[in-house]
């Protein structure tokens, strides 16, 4: 019941999923594990796609500030028989664990992230001098706020071919000032594939709308400097305390990315 901080709505994790579509052998991380839901979407998608033996092909890592959520995300693997699933325990901002041996970030074929939302107890010192670059080419995220502060951390950590989907509130998509400015360079940068909006009331113990931004290093020629803008607020079902999304409101969601076209009241390639 008190899941909100560790916990996506299943139904959010499984249509980020099914944009990115994980292959055989891919990379997947998670900067913000929480309780592993993400990566085990990952398993769960390729395993009916495939099978037992390709899912198991994914390579997972994970890591998590809180040691309970630590702990349960470690379970939450062993009991799904992933062991081999790397997940470590740290500050991500401030501290990051996946690290190559000249002590560079680790990149990924697949990032994932539902991120603590418009933080500002976070490590706004170190990351002005961050020593992993992430903020190489953008301004500082304010100190108010961290939510920018993830997306650089994800971008770095995306390979050259990499493709990300994150969950955050609305005020990413129109917050000024320093945000304003970063979301410009992502503009211009083109790394913004997708943005989705989602229905109010998703996630536990919060009312705040949020959206899915989909990334992408690598875009297909014909969405070059293009993206395609979703609007899934309208489409879901509504229950007491909680919304959800149903198999038709995904589906909807991922055959509109997967066009790629117009659609009239509902996606607007911009």
Not at 30 to 37: A, E, L, R, W
Not at 207 to 219: C, D, Q, S
Not at 232 to 260: H, M, P
Request: charged share 25%; with cysteine; aromatic share 10%.
């Amino acid at each position: 019941k008190k899941g909100g901080e560790f916990y996506t709505p299943r139904e959010v994790e499984r249509v980020i999923i099914q944009i990115l579509k994980p292959h055989k052998k891919d990379h997947i991380y998670d900067p913000t594990v929480g309780s592993g839901g993400f990566l085990l979407e990952a398993y769960h998608y390729l395993k009916e796609k495939e099978d037992e033996q390709v899912a198991r092909t994914l390579y997972l890592y994970g890591q998590e500030i809180n040691i309970g959520t630590f702990a349960i995300a470690k379970i939450n693997m062993f009991l799904h028989g992933l062991d081999g699933a790397d997940i470590q325990r740290g500050d991500t901002l401030a501290n990051p664990q996946f690290l190559n041996p000249t002590g560079t970030l680790k990149t990924f074929d697949i990032c994932v992230a539902n991120p603590p939302y418009s933080i500002s107890d976070w490590e706004f010192e170190l990351f002005k001098s961050d020593k992993y670059g992430r903020k190489d080419g953008y301004e500082l995220p304010p100190k108010s706020n961290a939510d920018y502060a993830f997306v650089l951390h994800i971008i770095k950590s995306m390979n050259s071919n990499g493709r990300a989907g994150i969950v955050l509130p609305h005020g990413v998509l129109f917050r000024g000032g320093a945000e304003g400015r970063i979301r410009e360079q992502l503009l211009k940068n083109d790394l913004i594939e997708t943005v989705i909006a989602l229905p109010p009331k998703l996630f536990y113990g919060t009312g705040i709308p949020a959206a899915i931004l989909i990334l992408n290093k690598n875009k297909d020629p014909k969405k070059k400097n293009k993206i395609i803008i979703i609007d899934g607020e309208k489409d879901f079902s509504e229950g007491k305390n909680q919304s959800t999304l149903r198999v038709q409101d995904i589906q909807k969601i991922v055959r509109a990315y997967d066009g790629w076209e117009n659609i009239p009241n509902y996606a607007r390639i911009v």
